[in-house]
């Protein structure tokens, strides 16, 4: 069963740091792009960044986290990471990691929601002011 679980998330500072993981199952992770996405309450679900498969090298971020998110994997443990630094109030949402439908590689629309097949259930992140 392909699966994705999401784990990591919590209450913090503004300024402080987080690390989410994404621990995939039934598939190896390092076969295909994964994204992370996250959903404020009353907002659309938007993409935060995308990972390719390590044998392609290209990753994306949105505008609004780049230089303060760094997303990586562990081939080992078929884990994908989200290292979240600087954070912010308004980096608060339910944060989703997802696997596109097929492909190594995060193309330039890797935001793009029906790309993606496979979806976590979610990891709540919270940034008090």
């Known amino acids: 069963q392909v699966q994705l679980v999401e784990s990591g998330g919590g209450l913090v500072q503004a300024g402080g740091s987080l690390r989410l993981s994404c621990a995939a199952s039934?598939?190896?992770?390092?076969?295909?792009?994964i994204g992370w996405f996250r959903q404020a309450p009353g907002k659309e679900r938007e993409g935060v960044s995308c990972?390719?498969?390590?044998?392609?090298?290209?990753?994306w971020y949105a505008g609004s986290v780049r230089g303060r998110f760094s997303v990586s994997r562990d081939k080992a443990k078929n884990t994908v990471y989200l290292q979240m630094n600087s954070l912010k109030p308004e980096d608060t949402a339910i944060y989703y990691c997802?696997?596109?439908?097929?492909?190594?590689?995060?193309?330039?629309?890797?935001?793009?929601?029906?790309?993606?097949?496979?979806w976590g259930q979610g990891t709540q992140v919270t940034v008090s002011s």
């Open positions: 990972i390719s498969s390590s044998s392609v090298g290209i990753n």
């Open positions: 039934g598939f190896t992770s390092n076969d295909y792009a």
């Open positions: 997802a696997r596109v439908v097929s492909g190594r590689a995060c193309e330039r629309d890797w935001s793009t929601l029906e790309q993606y097949g496979t």
